[in-house]
């Protein structure tokens, strides 16, 4: 079992950056792929980002493809997600999943964290 919790959201302009971290509890953090999931008021979650156990492999949604980057620390058990450039589209709640696949296919991920709203303002 795996405890995540997000941290790093906020209220920003667009064109700004953020970076939001993920802390994991448990000793098993570097086995799971984890992955970065946005839902925005009236829509369906969304995925967003996510990174292979190794953190070698990656894979994004195109809208976030040049802005996001996803990485791992597994020393810190964190994954992070640096946001450059986010635009008032990027507004949604933003959660941290870890799941035993890199998959694009959020209800696939185990086990979540409570989210952190991230808010762009134009």
């Known amino acids: 079992q795996v405890q995540l919790v997000e941290s790093g959201g906020g209220l920003l302009q667009a064109g700004g950056s953020l970076r939001l971290s993920c802390a994991a509890s448990?000793?098993?953090?570097?086995?799971?792929?984890m992955g970065w999931i946005r839902q925005a008021p009236g829509k369906e979650r969304e995925f967003v980002a996510g990174?292979?156990?190794?953190?070698?492999?990656?894979i994004y949604t195109d809208s976030v493809k040049g802005r996001f980057t996803i990485s791992r620390d597994n020393a810190k058990n964190t994954v992070y997600l640096q946001m450059n450039n986010l635009k008032p589209e990027d507004t949604a709640v933003y959660y941290c999943?870890?799941?035993?696949?890199?998959?694009?296919?959020?209800?696939?991920?185990?086990?979540w964290g409570q989210g952190t709203q991230v808010t762009v303002s134009s």
């Open positions: 990174i292979g156990w190794t953190g070698r492999n990656t």
């Open positions: 999943a870890a799941g035993g696949r890199l998959i694009r296919t959020p209800e696939l991920y185990d086990y």
């Open positions: 448990g000793r098993t953090f570097s086995s799971y792929a």
